[in-house]
C-alpha cells in the first residue's frame, strides 16, 4: 500500500515516529517487538536450546557430529522423505478443501447459521487429533469399520477387495486431512471476509465474468494468505506424531515416530539422535519456510 | 447467484458429511458398552466422576487467559511488523512455526530445567507460578495458529492509514491497538481464539508433568486402558469444547462493531 | 539364557530372611516417621490400569494418610520416566519424580549416568540376583509373560501357539500392542515369536522372529496397527499379542464384552522384567523408601498380582503358603509359567538392536 501524503502541517507535525534524527530510529522500533523475542527467547528458544546443543553432543557430553551424520542412512532418509510426502499431500489437500468450504460458508449465500456453525466446529476439529481420531478412522473405515460394512451390507460394495486400505499413505492423508481441513478453514475465513464486495462490484461493471474476478482479483489477493497457511498446515502435519503412530503405527516409518522413539519410548534410548532428527525437522521446516518467502514475494511484487 | 448457492450447499454437505461420520462411528461404538444392546453406560461412567467438572472447570479457566496472553502477545507484534519492520516477517514466522516441530515434551522439559524451583526464576516454585508458567507453554503452542489467523486478518485491512488516521486525531499507539485495530481484526482473533482453546482443553504433556490437575490428564487417564469408555470420552469432549466455542462466538457479538464485520 | 528356578533360591531366600539384612541405617518406625514428616511421594508413569496399580497406590494412601500420593503422566514411557529425572535435577517441586518403574535394561543405564541412589528393602534377599542390581540401584518388581488376547465374537479356534498364527483363518486378526521399533512390549512380542520358531539364543531369535512376522505380513494376517483393547473390542484387530497383564485386565475391563480369552503360548514364553528405583535427585527420599518397602513387603507384591503381575517375590510368596487360591485361580495355569525365559540384558540389547533396526527391511509392513 502506498504512502499517503497529508497536506496538514498540523498532521506532519504529529506523523508519528517522532521527527527525530534517523539514527535514533533504529532503537525505538524494535521496542515494538522486544515483547516477541524476549517471549519467544525465554519459553521457546532457550529452553529447546538443549535439544539443539544435544544434538551435537554423545552421552560423554563431547562435541560430536555423529548424530548428524547418522541422521544420512537410509531407513532416517526415507522417513524424512515419507514425511515431507505426507505433510505436503495433507498440507495442500486440507488447503484447497478448506478454501473451497471457506468461501462456500462466507460466500455462498448460505444461512447465517451455517457460518458460524463451522467456525465453532472446525475449532475444535482442528485439534481432534491422536488415539481418537486414528480409533475414529478406524471404526469408519477400518475392516469393521461403519461405512465399510455399511457399504457392504447395502449396495454390495468391498472396499477392501477393491484395493482400498486404511493403513496406507492415503489412509493416513485421510486422516490427516481431519485437522488440516478446519484449520484452513479457521484462518482463511477471516481473509475471505475482507474481500470487499465493491471490488466484485467493480469487477463486474467493468465487464469481468465469475471466473475472470475470481482468477485476477480474489486469487491474487488470497495468495498470500493462502500460501502462509499451506506452509502452516505443513508444519502441522510435518510434527504430528499422535495420529500417525496410532493409526499406522509400525508399519509407517516417519520422522517424528523415529524421534518419539528416541527420546520417550521404552526400549531405544539415544537422547542424541532423537535430538538429531528434532533438528533435521526444523532444518527441513526453515526450507520450506524459505521457500515459501521466496514464493510469496513473487506474489506480493503484483499486489504493490 | 443461485447456481453459485447449489455449489455451496454441496460443498457444505461434502464437508459435514466427511467430518461427521467418523464422529458418527466412534459415538456407535461408544453406545456399545453394554453388550448386545446401546446403551450410555459409557457416558454415565465418564460423566459421574466428580474430577471431570473440577479439572474442566480448571482447562477452561487456564484457556481463556492464555487467550488473553496469545492476543497481548501477537496482536502488538504482528500489527508493528506490517507497520514498520516488514523485513522481519519471515524470522518471525519462522519461530512461529517452531512450537508445531519442537515436541512439547521438549520443551516442557526444557521449562523444568530452567524455571526449577532453584533456577533464578522459580516459577515452579509455587502453584501459581507453575499454573503461570503453564500458561505460557499453552500460548507457545498456540503460537504458530494465533499468530497466523492475526496476521491474515491483519493483511485485510490497511494499517497503515487507519494508523496515521489516528495519529491525525491524537491517538497515542495504546490506543490505536486496542481501540482501532483490534475491532477491525476481531474476527481474526476470535479464530485464533478458538483454535487456542481447543489446543488447551485437549493439550496433556505439559499439564501432566507440570503437574496440573488439567481435563487432558484427566482424560487419559480414564481412559487409557479400556475400550468404549474413550470413545465416549472423545465424543464428551469434543461436544463440550464445541459448546464453549459456542459461547465465545456468541459473545464476541457483543465487541465493538467494525467495517470488517461479516456481511 | 536364565531359568527362573524357584526352588533352591527360595530355600537360601527363606533362611536368609530370618537374620535382618536391611540395607539402610533406619529402622521401619524412624523410616515411617521420616516420610510422614515430608509428606509426598512423587510417582511417574503408573497407570491404574497396569498391574493394578489403582489399587496399590490406594492401599499405600489408606496405610499412610499423611502422606499424600502426587502421580505424573501415567503415560510416560522408560525414557520419559528418566528424562523426567534429568530434567528435575535443579526442582524439588512436585514436578520431580521419587520414584520410576522402568524396563529392565533402563536400570543399569541409569545407575551409570547417576539417576539413581541405592536402597535395599527389607525383603531384598528374597529377589532373585538375576533380577537386582547388586549394589542396591535397581531392583525388580514384577514380571509377565507374552500372551494373546483374543476377541471371541470374532475369532472361533484360539490360537494356541505362535505357528497356530500363521494358520488362514486369522487373516487380518494379528497385532502387536506396540510399535516394534520402540516398544518393549512389541519388541519382546518378536523375540517369543522367534523363540517359539526354534531360535536358540538372542541373535537368532530376533531373526526368526522378524522372519516370522515376515510371513504374517505376507500372508495377509498381521495388523500393523498399535492394538489396544479399544481396537479387539472394535474388529480392527481381534486377536493381541500383550503382557499376560494387561490382556486379563483388559479382559475384566471389557466385562464380556466382548468376551476374551488369554492365551499364554506353548513354547516361545517370555518373561518382560521391570525395575524399580529411586531417584538421586528426589525430593522426598524417605517416602520413596517407604514406598518400596510397601510395595515389596507381601501386601504390595499381592497387589500387583491382583493386578494380574507375577511379582518378583513370586516364588518366595507361593512357597510360605501366602497366596489366596482364588488370586491363584484368576491367572492363567501355572504350568505355562514353567517354560518361561527370562532374557538377560545382554540378550535384550542383543535383541532389541536386531529388531528395531530390521523390522522396516525384512517385515516390510512399510507403507508406501
Keep these: ?304 | 447467484m443461485k447456481a453459485g448457492r447449489f455449489w455451496a450447499w454441496l460443498t457444505f454437505a461434502l464437508g459435514a458429511a466427511y467430518f461427521f461420520i467418523p464422529l458418527i462411528a466412534t459415538l456407535e461404538f461408544s453406545l456399545r458398552m453394554r453388550r448386545g444392546e446401546y446403551s450410555f453406560d459409557a457416558y454415565r461412567v465418564v460423566l459421574g466422576d466428580v474430577r471431570f467438572q473440577e479439572t474442566f472447570l480448571y482447562s477452561t479457566v487456564i484457556a481463556c487467559l492464555t487467550i488473553v496472553i496469545g492476543v497481548l502477545l501477537v496482536v502488538p507484534t504482528a500489527y508493528w511488523i506490517r507497520l514498520r519492520m516488514p523485513w522481519i516477517r519471515p524470522v518471525v514466522e519462522f519461530i512461529t512455526l517452531l512450537p508445531l516441530i519442537i515436541p512439547a515434551i521438549v520443551i516442557v522439559f526444557g521449562y523444568i530445567r530452567m524455571y526449577g524451583s532453584n533456577s533464578p526464576l522459580p516459577f515452579l516454585a509455587t502453584t501459581r507460578g507453575t499454573d503461570f508458567l503453564l500458561m505460557i507453554g499453552y500460548a507457545t503452542l498456540a503460537l504458530p495458529y494465533m499468530y497466523r489467523a492475526v496476521d491474515t486478518g491483519l493483511r485485510t485491512i490497511d494499517v497503515r492509514t487507519l494508523t496515521e488516521a489516528a495519529q491525525v486525531h491524537g491517538a497515542g499507539w495504546t490506543t490505536i491497538i486496542a481501540r482501532i485495530i483490534l475491532p477491525n481484526v476481531l474476527i481474526a482473533v476470535l479464530s485464533g481464539a478458538f483454535l487456542t482453546f481447543a489446543i488447551v482443553i485437549g493439550e496433556f504433556t505439559m499439564a501432566s508433568l507440570l503437574n496440573r490437575p488439567a481435563f487432558g490428564p484427566y482424560l487419559q487417564n480414564i481412559g487409557a486402558n479400556r475400550a468404549y469408555e474413550p470413545a465416549a470420552l472423545a465424543v464428551i469432549a469434543f461436544a463440550i469444547t464445541w459448546g464453549c466455542m459456542s459461547v465465545i462466538q456468541v459473545l464476541s457479538r457483543f465487541a465493538p462493531k467494525s467495517a470488517n464485520n461479516p456481511n | 539364557m536364565f531359568k527362573f528356578t524357584g526352588k533352591i533360591l527360595s530355600l537360601t531366600a527363606a533362611a536368609l530372611m530370618v537374620t535382618t539384612a536391611v540395607g539402610s541405617a533406619q529402622s521401619m518406625d524412624e523410616l515411617v516417621k521420616a516420610a510422614k514428616e515430608e509428606g509426598q511421594l512423587t510417582t511417574i508413569a503408573l497407570p491404574h490400569d497396569w498391574c493394578g496399580y489403582g489399587e496399590v497406590i490406594a492401599g499405600f494412601k489408606a496405610k499412610y494418610p499423611e502422606i499424600t500420593v502426587n502421580e505424573l503422566n501415567p503415560d510416560a514411557g522408560s525414557s520419559d520416566e528418566v528424562e523426567a529425572i534429568k530434567a528435575n535435577k535443579d526442582n524439588k517441586g512436585p514436578q520431580a519424580p521419587d520414584v520410576i518403574d522402568v524396563g529392565l535394561s533402563y536400570g543399569p543405564q541409569a545407575k551409570a549416568d547417576g539417576l539413581i541412589q541405592p536402597y535395599k528393602v527389607s525383603t531384598w534377599d528374597s529377589i532373585p540376583d538375576s533380577a537386582k542390581d547388586a549394589d542396591g540401584y535397581w531392583y525388580g518388581d514384577y514380571y509377565g509373560v507374552l500372551s494373546f488376547m483374543v476377541n471371541k465374537d470374532l475369532v472361533e479356534n484360539v490360537p494356541e501357539d505362535w505357528a497356530d498364527l500363521l494358520k488362514d483363518e486369522y487373516a487380518n486378526s494379528i497385532a502387536l500392542a506396540g510399535d516394534p521399533r520402540a516398544s518393549n512390549q512389541a519388541i519382546q512380542g518378536v523375540y517369543a515369536a522367534g523363540l517359539g520358531a526354534g531360535g536358540t539364543d538372542a541373535a537368532s531369535a530376533a531373526e526368526k522372529g522378524l522372519a516370522f512376522f515376515k510371513e504374517l505380513n505376507a500372508k495377509g494376517n498381521f495388523v500393523p496397527v498399535i492394538g489396544k483393547p479399544a481396537t479387539l473390542a472394535q474388529g480392527q484387530t481381534p486377536i493381541l499379542i500383550n503382557w499376560d497383564y494387561n490382556a486379563l485386565s483388559g479382559r475384566d475391563n471389557l466385562n464380556n464384552n466382548p468376551p476374551v480369552e488369554v492365551i499364554v503360548p506353548k513354547s516361545g514364553v517370555v518373561a518382560g522384567v521391570y525395575v524399580q528405583a529411586i531417584s538421586a535427585y528426589a525430593p522426598h527420599p524417605n517416602a520413596a523408601k517407604l514406598w518400596m518397602e510397601y510395595l515389596y513387603s507381601d501386601e504390595g507384591q499381592l497387589g500387583w498380582l491382583k493386578g494380574y503381575c507375577h511379582p518378583i517375590r513370586f516364588n518366595d510368596l507361593a512357597k510360605n503358603g501366602k497366596i489366596p487360591q482364588e488370586l491363584l485361580d484368576k491367572l492363567p495355569p501355572a504350568a505355562a509359567y514353567e517354560a518361561a525365559v527370562f532374557p538377560t540384558l545382554d540378550d535384550q540389547a542383543k535383541a532389541k538392536e536386531a529388531i528395531t533396526k530390521n523390522w522396516d527391511s525384512v517385515v516390510g509392513a512399510n507403507v508406501q
Design chain 1, 1 to 304: 500500500m502506498s504512502e499517503t501524503t497529508y497536506p496538514d502541517p498540523a498532521a506532519a507535525r504529529q506523523a508519528v515516529p517522532p521527527a527525530r534524527a534517523e539514527g535514533m530510529r533504529l532503537p525505538l522500533h524494535w521496542l515494538g517487538v522486544a515483547p516477541f523475542f524476549i517471549f519467544a527467547l525465554m519459553f521457546l528458544i532457550l529452553p529447546t536450546f538443549y535439544l539443539v546443543v544435544g544434538a551435537f553432543q554423545n552421552d560423554q557430553g563431547e562435541f560430536t557430529l555423529a548424530n548428524m551424520a547418522a541422521l544420512f542412512q537410509p531407513s532416517i532418509l526415507a522417513a524424512y522423505w515419507i514425511s515431507i510426502r505426507i505433510s505436503l499431500a495433507s498440507a495442500v489437500l486440507g488447503a484447497l478443501a478448506g478454501l473451497a468450504i471457506a468461501v462456500a460458508i462466507v460466500r455462498g449465500g448460505l444461512p447465517k447459521w451455517v457460518r458460524s456453525t463451522t467456525m465453532t466446529f472446525s475449532g475444535v476439529a482442528s485439534n481432534f487429533a491422536g488415539v481418537p481420531l486414528a480409533f475414529a478412522f478406524l471404526a469408519t473405515l477400518g475392516r469393521l469399520g461403519l461405512v465399510t460394512v455399511l457399504l457392504r451390507t447395502w449396495f454390495d460394495i468391498n472396499i477392501y477387495a477393491l484395493g482400498f486400505n486404511i493403513l496406507s499413505f492415503a489412509g493416513l492423508t485421510l486422516t490427516y486431512l481431519f485437522f488440516q481441513i478446519p484449520l484452513m478453514v479457521v484462518i482463511i475465513t477471516p481473509a475471505i471476509d475482507g474481500l470487499k464486495k465493491e471490488w466484485g462490484e467493480a469487477a463486474a461493471t467493468l465487464g469481468a465474468t465469475q471466473f475472470q474476478y475470481w482468477r485476477m482479483v480474489v486469487i491474487p489477493v488470497l495468495w498470500p494468505s493462502f500460501l502462509g497457511t499451506v506452509i502452516l498446515l505443513f508444519a502441522n502435519a510435518f510434527g504430528a506424531i499422535a495420529t500417525a503412530y496410532a493409526l499406522t503405527g509400525s508399519s509407517l516409518n516417519i520422522v517424528p515416530i523415529l524421534l518419539y522413539a528416541q527420546i520417550r519410548g521404552d526400549v531405544l534410548h539415544n537422547p542424541h539422535l532423537g535430538y538429531a532428527l528434532a533438528f533435521g525437522m526444523i532444518f527441513v521446516t526453515g526450507l520450506a519456510n524459505i521457500f515459501y518467502i521466496w514464493f510469496r514475494v513473487r506474489s506480493e511484487r503484483w499486489l504493490k
